[in-house]
């Protein structure tokens, strides 16, 4: 009776299900101009940050499994930023995910016009990176994630729209 009870235990665990989708969130944030800021803009800068939760049960594609997730891939990334016009830009740009060491990866100089989407190359550094984002998105089933950065204008309200393509195994017998 124990080879039996083992062999469908086996077979649970062998039945998986790929779940290709995009985990996408909005941060918006606001630039103000701080008390302490030059009334001659050119050459100042203005930081900024802000913070959201992005959870795994808010996709569609992952509602029939969101408690039986066994791995994450993490293949890619697109920050898209939402608002600049005119000569607006985004100077630098952090993203750092709570649990996570170090900015999960850094870009500069977005424009409604350069790096805008952006996707960073998928170094060994960055895969590290997005290999412990990962481990996250298994164990907790979200991501509080964090942008930081500095403006070279405000104020500006703006938008990064993070895009994860993302490829979850899941084992649906569990």
Same mark, same amino acid.
């Given at each position: 009776?124990?080879?039996?009870?083992?062999?469908?235990?086996?077979?649970?665990?062998?039945?998986?299900?790929?779940?290709?989708?995009?985990?996408?969130?909005?941060?918006?944030?606001?630039? /103000?101009?701080?008390?302490? #800021?030059?009334?001659?803009?050119?050459?100042?800068?203005? /930081?900024?940050?802000?913070?959201?939760?992005?959870?795994?049960?808010?996709?569609?594609?992952?509602?029939?499994?969101?408690?039986?997730?066994?791995?994450?891939?993490?293949? #890619?990334?697109?920050?898209?930023?939402?608002g600049l016009t005119g000569t607006q830009q985004v100077l630098t740009l952090d993203i750092s995910v709570s649990?996570?060491?170090?900015?999960?990866?850094?870009?500069?100089?977005?424009?409604?016009?350069?790096?805008?989407?952006?996707?960073?190359?998928?170094?060994?550094?960055v895969q590290s990176q997005l290999d412990l984002v990962a481990a996250k998105l298994v164990s907790d089933r979200?991501?509080?994630?964090?942008?930081?950065?500095?403006?070279?204008?405000?104020?500006?309200?703006?938008?990064?729209?993070?895009?994860?393509?993302?490829?979850?195994?899941?084992?649906?017998?569990?």
């Open positions: 009776m124990s080879v039996l009870l083992f062999s469908c235990s086996a077979i649970k665990e062998a039945i998986t299900v790929p779940v290709n989708t995009t985990l996408k969130v909005d941060m918006p944030f606001t630039v /103000s101009v701080t008390k302490s #800021a030059s009334l001659d803009k050119a050459g100042t800068t203005y /930081s900024f940050t802000s913070t959201k939760v992005l959870q795994v049960s808010d996709n569609t594609d992952m509602t029939a499994y969101i408690n039986k997730i066994k791995a994450v891939d993490l293949r #890619a990334v697109t920050v898209t930023m939402q649990g996570v060491n170090g900015p999960v990866f850094s870009i500069a100089n977005i424009s409604s016009t350069s790096n805008n989407p952006f996707s960073p190359t998928i170094t060994s550094t979200q991501l509080t994630l964090t942008i930081s950065g500095t403006t070279n204008d405000a104020p500006m309200s703006l938008t990064a729209q993070l895009a994860f393509d993302t490829k979850f195994t899941c084992m649906p017998l569990n």
